[in-house]
């Protein structure tokens, strides 16, 4: 209501700052509602539920003979079969990875061409095609000899002798997987900034040293989640070994599934946990990987799972004293 001319208006006085309102006091802030939020926690969790009460209760998973398959020795040495091919095959395949990237990046077309084409071609064939070709390799050429093309060789031997089930694998798996870690080094190296390139080689330094020292290192922050993700591919590829005659974890477990047919569910349980565990810790790894060469890329590490925690339990506290006090 508006007052008459002349007449006098006293305004309410404003708080002071050692007295602040007692209304502004009194009010306290509300999280914001998300009944959305609750309602998609609570049907995963019945989900999640429901998934474990199945797993548990239902007889036909066999738990008991899973406990008695578990660590039974031959398990057990087919894992360690397959903890060896994984390990030849991942560093001979990025070692690989690594020469056919130089080679697609090189100034030479030959290199090039001839890297291309690897690649191209390694992608495209599958994986157990390239195992069973090896795996009779010798019926197609029962020697092998260095020397001059079309003219004297300096020496041969049996290719059959030295293509042992294990080597046939690793290098089957190796030539599969130098061509996926070609493209990841290949991208790892062009994601680092040009500029970097152009510091090196105004400081005079040579083309080795820039790329050992400098790119290379830099390279990997985009090239270890990507491998890794190539090596957890690797891990499970192991599998179509088998098919080359090599009894690795899931060779093992397909022929005592064989000998014992009541036993098959167990087995593959066997199995799938095996294999989670191993790329779980796989996955651990490439965790604190990425940790170390993200030094110098951000402004803080990430926060490792134990300090995760220990900030999680800290807030915890924190809000529950916060609330006390309320």
Do not use: C
């Not at 191209?120 to 069973?132: C, D, G, K, Q, T």
């Not at 900034?193 to 080689?201: I, K, R, T, V």
């Not at 690795?248 to 989670?276: E, H, N, R």
């Amino acid at each position: 209501m508006s007052e008459p001319p002349g007449a006098t208006v006293t305004l309410p006085e404003a708080p002071t700052a050692d007295e602040p309102s007692r209304a502004l006091t009194a009010q306290r802030v509300l999280p914001l509602r998300r009944p959305g939020r609750w309602i998609a926690t609570a049907v995963v969790l019945v989900l999640v539920a429901q998934f474990v009460h199945g797993l548990v209760s239902n007889p036909f998973y066999q738990w008991d003979r899973f406990g008695y398959w578990f660590l039974r020795p031959t398990i057990l040495d087919g894992l360690l079969i397959t903890l060896e091919v994984t390990a030849y095959s991942a560093v001979l395949g990025l070692l690989g990875g690594i020469l056919l990237a130089l080679a697609r990046l090189s100034k030479s077309p030959v290199l090039r061409a001839v890297s291309w084409t690897y690649v191209w071609a390694l992608r495209s064939i599958p994986l157990i095609v390239v195992l069973i070709f090896l795996y009779n390799f010798s019926a197609l050429y029962r020697t092998l000899s260095v020397g001059v093309p079309f003219g004297p060789a300096f020496f041969s031997f049996d290719e059959s002798r030295l293509a042992t089930d294990m080597v046939i694998a690793v290098i089957g798996l190796s030539l599969n997987e130098a061509a996926y870690a070609a493209e990841v080094v290949r991208g790892g190296i062009l994601s680092v900034d040009q500029g970097q390139h152009e510091a090196a080689s105004a400081l005079g330094l040579p083309k080795g040293y820039q790329f050992r020292r400098i790119v290379f290192p830099q390279a990997l922050r985009s090239i270890v989640p990507n491998y890794v993700n190539q090596l957890i591919g690797l891990i499970k590829g192991t599998s179509l070994v088998f098919y080359v005659s090599l009894l690795d974890l899931f060779g093992s477990a397909q022929t005592m599934g064989s000998t014992y047919p009541g036993d098959i569910v167990p087995l593959l349980l066997v199995v799938t946990v095996w294999y989670l565990v191993l790329t779980s810790v796989v996955s651990v790894v490439q965790f604190y990987v990425e940790r170390h060469y993200a030094r110098g890329a951000t402004r803080s590490l990430p926060p490792t799972p134990l300090q995760r925690l220990r900030t999680g339990f800290t807030d915890l506290r924190a809000r529950i004293r916060q609330e006390a006090a309320v």
